[in-house]
């Protein structure tokens, strides 16, 4: 059943992204348990702004875990101290009557801050712009059941595939490696047969982007396993080494 | 005005065929030469974009989100409908069209509907080709899975993330056209105006929502495909920044807007628990294949439900619908809900619920399979409510979801403005007064891949447009005016938040212009919207200033447009004078309390133009013609 709680927020506060920003305290009083952690927000915002003060950006949307919009960082961790879960579904039942919570923004080179809690993601859809698709144009697909696709591999394609792109494995690793969210993709698409023609190039040209953007590499600590709201197994960046590998040694795309 | 469909001529099968060959064509080499404005990255705008850039146009496209791939087309869950007839199941392009045209109770256009199920197929084979992950059989091949107001299974999907999966399919291509140059991408961009050329649609206005700059942006055509206005109920499953906005932008400079009161209100989605929640949670109608849908027969039933034996239960769909059973479409699910909670027959802690059972399913098919149809969902459920589905019924209620109406467009898509197109959620056009489960995510998919890339050709060709630059005084007026609206509101600094008038305005939509209407509470709504609004005006605190990163504004700005667009949503339903799908007025029903349709006088298509501020606008007519399929009661007994 639900009850109310009372909690001590010391939230990440800063202007733009030149301002040097710092911790801000504050009170949420009365929570009810069946909230979600961003509806715990919602109230505190409402009482700044009618306290004539500017309310805290955080980003979010579909509130339902599957946009990737939201992503705190809270008392260290990632989404929260739930296992598989959103911030905007994580429930404040998961917290006790005056905890105190550290909320800041995911901090990594590549992701800039733009305001308070919401930072710049951008280099996420730069990545996938430099192979993270299969070339088909609209028009000439051939009859959808032409190719079969065995149930396994469909299956794990599926499981690589529910990457929502938040970016929370970079925020939590200590390398803001985004092999991760990479090797999700190349898994996606070099399990389905639609996807082998242009495994090698995109292995090669998507990795090269991550390090251009100032991703770090991966060193195996397995941070970002942990923290992925969608469950994304570190199997795929071992599915990508292998692609990677196999490209670098055969592939003429070198 | 005489609105003219431009359906054309021909026998049903042949006429979107004989319509692309008369079109004209735009020669290759001149598509470069056309400037291309997308408005909207979900399933409707990416893939137009998309197919647009790989035809040789240069697209501009516009999202509010940080990334295109958050549009919420993210969020769909159950699946996207087609005529493959895969399982054998007698489903055909003919049976698809009848079902989605009675499904709507006969309030589309006949024509349209066909041509969207002649091009699902199509639709699932561009999708399996850019790898979209759908569930598969054994064999390989692809599965399929039945929705409601269907008697074929005919639903693809990708586990209970079928949005998900076709909008980073769209999503890709784009991103594969954005790395060529050939669509540039602006993201944290929200549209606050349409600027018009000598009567032609020729560019917007966007706020950058991180610097806060008014930035104008040219073109020979403006594509809107933002999606849906539910959020004007505050309550809905939409995302937080789903809004009426843009097409109410461009509806205030001329283009009609049809159907506004048509709003679907989706039976299974998670009851409202308490007056903080800031959005409402749907559970897939694929939940319904599997799911029983029951009441206690005896109201005010203390007992757990599994406590409650077979014969004190009132699994009421199956007893008074017994050939759809658990899958009658949503407008008569939802419906049957309300009136029962309403006379008290409720469960839960509020008496607004009812139970979705899976106990028969899971000792019929055992757990695992269970898990794997509906694994996340029912991860979901426990989370919001930790309860866990596998062991206690699942409680649901109906919620606001899905609105059918939007920008009033013709058999090209286009709207009453020239140059001004309309795609996805954010028109009106397929389905009717209710639309069928996973029929959304096709239409939005046929709009963005096979049917703007003809039609806007087809305009191109056949129009002269002037060049038109960002420096036309039209851009400038226009800056000017979205900038004193943007300063008037946050000059008010009055005692009320966005948020606190967004909810008052949603209760009184949800509980005057809801799922079973009246003229009296229509009337009540008509009185209370515009001093709400009025209030707004003079007692909204809007913090920070516009020159920044300020979410407060971009909220006002959308709640602002919401009270002026929920009155023409409420004057529609008031002159629909019977009831026909999601729209249910009590004085119009038969005997069973099923909608009474009027297809002697309301067989139209009901589209408004906007005759300036503080008028009442004016209401066109569009005759439906039906031709090919008889207008009967919509019975699924
Ligand atoms: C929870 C849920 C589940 C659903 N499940 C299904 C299902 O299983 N099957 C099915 O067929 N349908 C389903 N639907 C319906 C379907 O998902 C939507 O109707 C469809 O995805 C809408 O697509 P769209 O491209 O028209 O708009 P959206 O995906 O909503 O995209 C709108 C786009 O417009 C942009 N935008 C909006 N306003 C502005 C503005 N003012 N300025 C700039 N950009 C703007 C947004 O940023 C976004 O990019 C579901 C809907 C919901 C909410
Ligand atoms: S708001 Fe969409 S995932 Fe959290």
């Known amino acids: 059943m639900s009850e109310t709680i009372n909690l001590t927020l010391k939230i990440w506060r800063q202007k733009g992204p030149d301002d040097r920003g710092g911790f801000e305290t504050h009170k949420a009083r009365d929570i009810s348990t069946d909230m979600s952690f961003l509806e715990m927000l919602d109230v505190v915002n409402e009482q700044l702004t009618l306290e004539g003060k500017e309310p805290i950006a955080f980003d979010h949307d579909c509130r339902e875990g599957i946009c990737g919009m939201c992503g705190l960082v809270v008392n260290g961790h990632a989404h929260g101290p739930e296992r598989e879960t959103t911030l905007c579904q994580l429930h404040m039942r998961h917290f006790k009557d005056g905890n105190t919570l550290v909320i800041e923004p995911w901090r990594a080179r590549p992701f800039k801050t733009i305001k308070d809690l919401v930072v710049d993601r951008s280099a996420f859809d730069e990545i996938i712009q430099a192979g993270g698709y299969i070339s088909v144009s609209t028009g000439g697909a051939p009859e959808a059941n032409t190719m079969p696709v065995p149930l396994e591999d469909a299956e794990l394609a599926m499981d690589a595939a529910a990457c929502i792109g938040c970016g929370a494995c970079v925020a939590a690793c200590p390398n803001a490696s985004a092999m991760l969210f990479v090797g999700a993709k190349i898994s996606h698409l070099t399990l389905l047969p639609q996807g082998k023609p242009e495994a090698a190039k995109r292995a090669l040209s998507m990795l090269k982007k991550m390090d251009d953007l100032g991703f770090g590499n991966c060193g195996n600590e397995t941070e970002c396993e942990a923290v992925c709201p969608k469950n994304i197994s570190i199997t795929n960046i071992a599915r990508f080494n292998r692609e990677f590998l196999k490209a670098s040694f055969f592939s003429p795309e070198k | ?637």
């Open chain 2, 1 to 637: 005005m005489p609105l003219n469909s431009g359906v054309p001529g021909g026998s049903l099968e042949t006429k979107w065929d004989r319509h692309r060959f008369e079109l004209k064509l735009v020669n290759p080499a001149n598509k470069r030469k056309f400037e291309i404005i997308v408005v909207g990255t979900g399933l409707a705008g990416a893939s137009a974009s998309a197919t647009l850039a790989e035809l040789g146009y240069n697209v501009k496209t516009f999202c509010i989100q940080d990334s295109p791939r958050r549009a919420h087309s993210i969020a769909a869950q159950g699946g996207i409908n087609a005529a493959k007839n895969y399982p054998g199941d007698g489903d055909s392009i003919w049976r698809l069209f009848y079902d989605t045209i009675k499904g709507g109770d006969f309030r589309s256009r006949e024509a349209n509907v066909y041509r969207l199920a002649q091009i699902s197929d199509h639709i699932i084979d561009q999708c399996v080709a850019q790898g979209v992950p759908f569930a598969r059989e054994y064999g390989g091949l692809l599965a399929n899975r039945s929705f409601g107001g269907a008697q074929v299974s005919r639903t693809f999907y990708a586990r209970g993330q079928t949005g998900q999966q076709l909008l980073l399919g769209a999503y890709s291509a784009l991103m594969r056209q954005i790395a060529v140059g050939q669509v540039r991408m602006f993201p944290r961009r929200e549209m606050l105006d349409l600027v018009m050329v000598e009567g032609n649609a020729r560019g917007i206005v966007v706020r950058n929502l991180i610097t806060g700059e008014l930035e104008s942006h040219a073109a020979h055509a403006v594509i809107l495909a933002t999606g849906g206005y539910g959020n004007a109920y505050f309550l809905s499953t939409n995302g937080m920044s789903s809004n009426v906005s843009a097409i109410w932008r461009a509806y205030k400079k001329g283009a009609l807007f049809a159907h506004p009161s048509f709003v679907q209100i989706h039976p299974t989605c998670i009851p409202v628990h308490g007056t903080y929640q800031s959005k409402l949670t749907l559970m897939s109608e694929s939940l319904r294949n599997d799911g029983r849908v029951w009441i206690p027969k005896s109201a005010g039933d203390q007992r757990l439900p599994d406590q409650i034996p077979e014969s004190d239960r009132d699994y009421y769909l199956e007893r008074i619908y017994p050939s759809f059973g658990n899958l009658v479409p949503r407008d008569v699910a939802s419906r049957k809900a309300k009136e029962l909670c309403d006379q008290g027959m409720g469960v839960g802690p509020t008496g607004y619920a009812v139970y979705l059972d899976f106990r028969d399913a899971i000792e019929r098919d055992g757990e695992q399979v269970i898990r794997q149809k509906y694994g996340n969902l029912f991860q979901m459920y426990e989370r919001i409510m930790a309860q866990n589905p596998y062991e206690t019924p699942m409680m649901i209620y109906p919620a606001v979801h899905y609105v059918m109406g939007g920008l009033w467009v013709d058999y090209n898509l286009m709207s009453t403005i020239p140059g001004l197109f309309v795609l996805g959620e954010a028109n009106f056009s397929d389905h009717g007064s209710n639309r069928l489960g996973a029929s959304a995510l096709m239409q939005g998919l046929a709009d963005g891949y096979f049917i703007i890339p003809y039609t806007l050709g087809g305009y191109f060709a056949g129009t002269s447009l002037p060049d038109v630059s960002e420096g036309h005084p039209a851009f400038r007026e226009s800056v000017k005016q979205v900038n004193e609206t943007l300063k008037k509101m946050l000059a008010i600094d009055g005692k009320r938040t966005v948020d606190d008038f967004h909810k008052e305005l949603g209760t009184l939509l949800w509980e005057h212009c809801g799922m079973a209407r009246n003229d009296a509470d229509m009337l009540k709504a008509l009185k209370r919207i515009p001093e709400l609004r009025e209030e707004f005006w003079e007692n909204v605190t809007v913090p920070g200033t516009p020159d920044q990163f300020n979410q407060s504004i971009e909220r006002a700005v959308r709640v602002a447009d919401f009270l002026e667009f929920s009155e023409l949503l409420v004057e529609d339903a008031l002159t629909r004078e019977e009831s026909c799908g999601c729209h249910f007025n009590v004085d119009y029903q038969t005997e069973d309390q099923e909608a009474q349709r009027d297809d002697e006088s309301c067989c139209y298509v009901a589209a408004w133009a906007f005759d300036g501020e503080g008028k009442k606008p004016i209401r066109h007519e569009e005759p439906l013609v039906f031709e090919n399929v008889e207008l009967t009661e919509r019975s699924y007994k």
